[in-house]
């Protein structure tokens, strides 16, 4: 079974308004890591926002805030106020605490802000 | 000063050639890792070293032999390239693996190893 999935191969997004980028994983380990990773066309892999398993809130980074719902295993990553320079692919990633020198990445989002 | 920096960024060869990317850290982490994306962006673990000792090995051909001297670098040596080890390779690295779950990977630029 896949450990990360998401499920949008590409969206679009207008300047200035905010999109939701989709991500489910899948563990049964109590303690995990959500982690978000953004690839903007020169190639780099940037790290956006993280998320516990454990974690009360939903975590925020700027314009970035993880929509974290335990329940149904999603981690969603949420960017607010496009700008063109979110026009990247965004990585959603996953560490469980009894594997921790594991990273499992989903197969990515390709987001194009529109002017 | 660049974090996470691995070299070249460019590397074109021919099949049959051995060649070597280096990747070096001065975040002061213990833990490094090799990673390849494919063509459709798809990213795999190939190896993780720990205070110089391989941790994770991935079913990666044994073509492929990352050595760490120290915890600040972690090189990739490929022999006998073949047409499909055509990828962008990434280095990565992490704190001390006490910090659990929450273990945040840099990485570095990436290298797009073309093979002819």
């Known amino acids: 079974a896949q450990k990360i999935t998401q499920t949008q191969p590409g969206m679009f997004v207008q300047e200035k308004e905010a999109v939701t980028l989709d991500c489910t994983y899948d563990?049964?380990?109590?303690?995990?890591?959500l982690f978000w990773y953004k690839q903007p066309s020169s190639g780099e892999m940037i790290f956006l926002i993280y998320?516990?398993?454990?974690?009360?809130q939903n975590a925020t980074e700027g314009r970035y805030s993880l929509n974290f719902q335990k329940a149904r295993k999603s981690a969603n990553l949420v960017i607010s106020a496009s700008q063109l320079g979110d026009s990247a692919m965004y990585f959603c990633?996953?560490?469980?605490?009894?594997?921790?020198?594991?990273?499992?990445f989903g197969s990515g989002t390709k987001l194009n802000v529109k002017p | 000063d660049t974090a996470v920096s691995q070299t070249p960024k460019y590397l074109v060869t021919q099949m049959g050639n051995d060649k070597s990317i280096k990747c070096e850290q001065n975040?002061?982490?213990?833990?490094m890792y090799w990673y390849k994306q494919d063509s459709k962006k798809f990213l795999k673990i190939m190896f993780s070293?720990?205070?110089?000792?391989?941790?994770i090995n991935e079913t990666v051909p044994n073509r492929f032999s990352p050595k760490s001297p120290d915890k600040a670098h972690l090189n990739l040596h490929i022999n006998s390239l073949e047409l499909g080890d055509s990828a962008v390779y990434f280095c990565?690295?992490?704190?001390?693996?006490?910090?659990?779950?929450?273990?945040?990977?840099?990485f570095g630029a990436g290298t797009r190893l073309s093979v002819l």
């Open positions: 990633a996953m560490r469980e605490e009894y594997n921790f020198n594991k990273f499992y």
């Open positions: 563990t049964s380990d109590p303690s995990y890591g």
């Open positions: 990565a690295s992490s704190p001390s693996l006490d910090t659990g779950a929450k273990n945040i990977q840099y």
């Open positions: 070293y720990n205070n110089k000792e391989l941790i």
């Open positions: 998320q516990g398993s454990y974690d009360q």
């Open positions: 975040l002061g982490h213990d833990t």
